[in-house]
């Protein structure tokens, strides 16, 4: 379809030669007064520029330009006319006329030229605006004003429409997929696809031809060729999700990819190229890996060009009380809508409370509430027990609150912070206590542990082992489908 355009001039040759010189490109309307071509510019919302004569009978070119604007700001006008007087294209630029030209048009090729980039300059800053508006809407998924998460919103800003690759880390539940998402929302590719893999939940070889594809026969079961995440990713984002648990020798395949920008399915030798933007996220520390050698070093600085880290939430309780407020809003208006606030002690409670699973134990949590609640407001009997047993007992006052956290090192999943609840004396130690405690609550089922903190059962598992704890537990019989 043709762009439209409206030629407004009063003397009728004039306006008939223009139209036909532009009739093979665009399709033209003519008007010969700004009246007519104000009402036609009401009528026409698909309008892409409009022409018009500086004098005329009735309104000039410029009141026109200027009527225009108050409507449709962003509608390029071009006035011609036959005064090159330097302070009237001063004075209608700022008015909001986009250019001039001179009469009589004797440079025809000339002037389309000038046409076709005031469309194009209106329609990229059309462009501009709609993902400015889109950065409003894509960022309310979020709640929270901390310092902490207000550096994460200007993070995202910032790197979102760049092509750059992107390392998420923090503590497990904290929002790295909801800015994994932001990042893939707000840039050019947002209309592309967004692709996430689960590096964890794939063994070394299923995790090969899930991300590279594999050609027929490559093996037993590959009856027919398949393209990988990255070729699905293609002018879109591909999220490589728990990133920290893929093996060396994938690592080094990643690493090729990320060099090249080519790869080969597996069992096959062409070169295949796909335009996608990496994101990838952890929630272990990366850093220490390299340390242990279990991560390449070279990968590391290759995922890590941009390096955006989730707070724990215990690192940004001033937000506990939005967060509870979105999400009882959230989860009455599922349940009917009957609980309509929380009791202060209750919501101190909360904001006490050390969050091992962050924003999804939250989450999870005041959805239990909802469910469970006796009355229209939430209070303190409604707490769920790993809340209230974590809860000093009266006769231990609380220290003081956990300072802010410092930008080099407090959202650091493993940092050491002051505790206020008396006994274990680093977070790494309440965490462990209090995951160990679920456990026990549970009976030794680790899979209902993990819900009851709102975190993932195989996290739980990464933790036992590395604190050294003995596996065997009630839960063994569910495990066996995820032993190699
Ligand atoms: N700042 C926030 N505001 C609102 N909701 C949030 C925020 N952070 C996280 N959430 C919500 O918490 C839940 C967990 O977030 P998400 O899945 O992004 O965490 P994650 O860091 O990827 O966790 P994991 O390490 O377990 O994969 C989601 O429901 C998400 O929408
Ligand atoms: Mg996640």
Not at 37 to 54: G, K, N, R, Y
Not at 121 to 128: K, Q, S, Y
Not at 164 to 192: F, Q, W, Y
Not at 266 to 288: K, P, Q, S, Y
Request: aromatic letters at 4%.
């Amino acid at each position: 379809m043709k762009p439209k355009i409206l030629i407004v001039d009063d003397e009728k040759p004039l306006r008939d030669t223009l139209a036909k010189w532009f009739a093979p490109s665009y399709d033209c309307l003519t008007a010969p007064d700004a009246e007519q071509a104000l009402s036609m510019v009401a009528a026409t919302p698909d309008l892409a520029l409009v022409i018009t004569d500086f004098k005329m009978p009735g309104a000039s070119g410029i009141e026109l330009a200027r009527r225009i604007k108050a409507e449709r700001p962003d509608l390029p006008v071009i006035i011609l006319t036959a005064h090159a007087d330097v302070n009237l294209v001063i004075e209608a630029m700022r008015d909001g006329v986009d250019d001039f030209f001179q009469k009589p048009v004797t440079d025809l090729p000339q002037f389309e030229l000038r046409v076709a980039k005031a469309i194009r300059t209106a329609a990229l800053e059309r462009e501009v605006t709609d993902l400015k508006s889109q950065l409003g809407t894509e960022l309310e998924n979020f709640t929270g004003k901390s310092p902490a998460m207000e550096r994460i919103y200007r993070l995202i800003r910032k790197v979102a429409p760049t092509d750059a690759t992107v390392l998420i880390e923090g503590p497990s539940g904290s929002g790295k997929e909801l800015v994994a998402r932001a990042l893939h929302n707000l840039s050019r590719r947002a209309k592309g696809p967004f692709v996430a893999v689960e590096c964890a939940a794939l063994s070394a070889t299923l995790l090969e031809s899930e991300l590279f594809g594999h050609e027929k026969g490559a093996f037993t079961d590959a009856l027919a060729r398949r393209l990988g995440k990255f070729e699905q990713a293609s002018g879109g984002t591909i999220f490589l999700d728990e990133i920290g648990e893929i093996d060396l020798p994938t690592q080094v395949k990643l690493l090729r990819v990320l060099e090249s920008r080519t790869f080969q399915r597996v069992g096959g030798n062409e070169d295949i190229t796909a335009d996608f933007r990496l994101v990838a996220a952890t929630n272990r520390d990366l850093l220490r890996l390299v340390a242990e050698g279990s991560f390449r070093e070279d990968l590391y600085y290759r995922l890590n060009v941009i390096d955006i880290r989730t707070p724990a939430l215990r690192d940004h309780r001033e937000d506990i009380a939005l967060l509870v407020s979105r999400f009882l809003k959230e989860f009455s208006a599922a349940n009917g809508g009957t609980v309509t606030g929380i009791e202060p002690a209750a919501l101190k409670a909360l904001e006490d409370y050390d969050w091992p699973g962050n924003v999804r134990q939250l989450r999870n949590v005041i959805e239990k509430m909802v469910v469970l609640a006796s009355g229209p407001r939430l209070t303190t009997d409604d707490l769920p027990m790993e809340i209230t047993e974590a809860a000093p007992d009266a006769s231990t006052p609380r220290a003081a609150p956990a300072p802010p956290p410092s930008p080099a090192t407090g959202s650091r999943p493993t940092e050491a912070a002051p505790k206020a609840a008396a006994a274990p004396t680093t977070l790494a130690d309440a965490e462990k206590a209090q995951i160990l405690a679920a456990i026990a609550r549970c009976n030794g089922n680790k899979s209902r542990a993990a819900t009851l903190l709102g975190i993932s059962r195989r996290s739980i598992h990464r933790k036992l082992k590395a604190w050294g704890e003995k596996d065997l537990d009630a839960d063994r019989t569910h495990d066996l489908s995820q032993q190699p």
